[in-house]
């Protein structure tokens, strides 16, 4: 199996920058995609960001220029850096894995950090 913990969660002011991280362990063979989900109360849960296997990222048009993903290859380790943070950010952030593990392929979703941005 494959597993990802997740850190990083908080609460900050409007303007503020939180580092979201998500480390996946376990039988991996290869990464097709890591990233970002995020829910809002009575929203439904939406890319935030994410990179592929090729090192390709992809962002919301509502984080680009303010969101940063990176991922540490040797620490099977994706990073988010959040800047310029706003209240309608606020959300469960959900880290999600895809790729082949011993188990075949695999779709992984952590258990969720929560980001809190006050106006």
């Known amino acids: 199996q494959v597993q990802l913990v997740e850190s990083g969660g908080g609460l900050v002011q409007a303007g503020g920058s939180l580092r979201l991280s998500c480390a996946a362990s376990?039988?991996?063979?290869?990464?097709?995609?890591m990233g970002w989900y995020r829910q809002a109360p009575g929203k439904q849960r939406e890319l935030v960001a994410e990179?592929?296997?090729?090192?390709?990222?992809d962002y919301a048009d509502s984080v680009k220029g303010r969101f940063t993903i990176s991922r540490d290859n040797a620490k099977n380790t994706v990073y988010l850096q959040m800047n310029s943070l706003k209240p309608e950010d606020t959300a469960v952030y959900y880290c999600?894995?895809?790729?082949?593990?011993?188990?075949?392929?695999?779709?992984?979703w952590g258990q969720g950090t929560l980001v809190t941005v006050s106006s």
């Open positions: 999600n894995w895809r790729g082949v593990s011993s188990y075949g392929h695999l779709g992984v």
């Open positions: 990179v592929t296997g090729g090192g390709t990222a």
């Open positions: 376990g039988s991996i063979f290869s990464i097709n995609a």
